[in-house]
């Protein structure tokens, strides 16, 4: 299987800060590269797919980028509903889809 | 609008069965591959079960091959998840989610159920 890992595990930032995460496969994956995003106690909500196509309704301030191993997700001015965790997930290998462990951002 | 409620999750025995209900709304559910995906408490996500629009494929993660089954009834629009033979590790919050890529390659999850919680306890 596909492994996936996420750096960093976890951030601190203030709101309007600009905030990067970064997704990394252990194998090229193309552009099949998708990112959600979690509150405590909700469902995921997909954000970016293919790697850099927002998906409807989603703010412009999340962006993502990146192809084969190397992925980012950006926030441009982080707002108080963005703190959350953020989840990337592959979907080349599929159906057998892996996601990474998460990065969680918290207020500074 | 795009629903998916869960059910059917609660407290069983290691060794013990349930089957988890996803009630799908507002789209033509016949023509979508459907997901499970389960998040033990305070951990990530894992990928669990991939039923395909018809019915007729099915695929399952390594940890829960031979003892989970998905299956879906289109013409209810509901997509079931049959767990068997429970262990403690298979805790977690379930959710179903659509995929409107047909679980090929570039797919991904739109729209997610609520979850439910299944606990797996002596």
């Known amino acids: 299987d596909i492994q996936m890992t996420q750096s960093p595990s976890s951030l601190s930032a203030s709101v309007g800060d600009r905030v990067t995460i970064t997704c990394r496969a252990s194998q090229s994956i193309s552009s099949y590269l998708n990112w959600y995003q979690q509150t405590p106690g909700k469902a995921p909500k997909l954000l970016i797919y293919a790697a850099s196509s927002l998906q409807s309704g989603v703010p412009s301030r999340f962006s993502g980028s990146g192809s084969g191993t190397d992925f980012t997700l950006t926030i441009s001015s982080l707002q108080p509903e963005d703190f959350a965790t953020y989840y990337c997930?592959?979907?080349?290998?599929?159906?057998?889809?892996?996601f990474g462990p998460g990065t969680k951002v918290d207020i500074k | 609008e795009v629903q998916l409620l869960e059910s059917g999750g609660g407290l069983v025995r290691p060794g013990g069965s349930l089957r988890l209900s996803c009630a799908a709304s507002g789209f033509t559910f016949s023509t979508y591959a459907m997901s499970w995906v389960r998040q033990a408490p305070g951990k990530g996500l894992e990928w669990v079960s991939a039923v395909s629009g018809s019915g007729a494929r099915t695929y399952y993660a390594d940890s829960v091959q031979g003892r989970f089954t998905g299956s879906r009834d289109n013409s209810k629009n509901t997509l079931f998840l049959q767990l068997n033979s429970l262990r403690a590790d298979d805790t977690a919050v379930y959710y179903c989610?659509?995929?409107?890529?047909?679980?090929?390659?570039?797919?991904?999850?739109?729209?997610w159920g609520q979850g439910t919680l299944v606990t797996v306890s002596s």
């Open positions: 989610a659509r995929d409107p890529g047909a679980a090929a390659a570039g797919t991904r999850f739109d729209y």
């Open positions: 997930q592959q979907s080349y290998n599929t159906p057998r889809f892996t």
